[in-house]
T-cell receptor
């Protein structure tokens, strides 16, 4: 059964550095999402992406964040200048219909 | 705005017994979807079960069933015959009416389930 994959599984970066988190959704997915989960807290929506553009974003998703689907398969989340508070688990998710909600395994980002 | 509430921060259950994890929601939408996810200590989010607001029957997936009471705005997860591997965090989530603008999930705070041998 196809799965959403994410790389890397763990990323350690210094404050102020740029990071790119990568996701490979399931091939027939049309909608793509990024969520984050700060340790011990609830999962929070960041951004949704449909038809090669952002369809919705939360207040967390400020100018430091961007998303791309450059080659039709990879779906990336870029954080331009990381802050300590960006340390979290970042989940990519995808779906075809409203009943879908398949998450990748997550990337644990640690900003030092 | 949608809101999901999980009132049980932690629960214990004896192996082989059934357990109910509570979830209540608040929405003004007539059409919505409800999800349950399992998050083991390894961190991944595992989709368990889905219930559409217009589905007349409660959803079931193996040992998981969703006790959907629309009038009470509750969507409790029932796990039958608990296993040690069921020990994890469980999140209830809601999706708004299906549209092309977003479909993002709103999550509850989670319930940590611990299964005792």
């Amino acid at each position: 059964e196809p799965e959403v994959t994410q790389t890397p599984s763990h990323q350690v970066t210094q404050m102020g550095q740029e990071v790119i988190l990568r996701c490979v959704p399931i091939s027939n997915h049309l909608y793509f999402y990024w969520y984050r989960q700060i340790l011990g807290q609830k999962v929070e929506f960041l951004v949704s992406f449909y038809n090669n553009e952002i369809s919705e974003k939360s207040e967390i998703f400020d100018d430091q964040f961007s998303v791309e689907r450059p080659d039709g398969s990879n779906f990336t989340l870029k954080i331009r200048s990381t802050k300590l508070e960006d340390s979290a688990m970042y989940f990519c998710a995808g779906g075809v219909l409203a009943v879908d909600g398949y998450f990748g395994p997550g990337t644990r980002l640690t900003v030092t | 705005a949608q809101k999901i509430t999980q009132t049980q921060p932690g629960m214990f259950v004896q192996e082989k017994e059934a357990v109910t994890l509570d979830c209540t929601y608040d929405t003004s939408d007539q059409s919505y979807g409800l999800f349950w996810y399992k998050q083991p200590s390894s961190g991944e989010m595992i989709f368990l079960i889905y219930q559409g607001s217009y589905d007349e029957q409660n959803a079931t997936e193996g040992r998981y069933s969703l006790n959907f009471q629309k009038a009470r705005k509750s969507a409790n997860l029932v796990i039958s015959a608990s296993q040690l591997g069921d020990s994890a965090m469980y999140f209830c989530a809601m999706r708004p009416p299906y549209n092309n603008a977003g479909n993002m999930l709103t999550f509850g705070g989670g319930t940590r389930l611990m299964v005792k041998p």
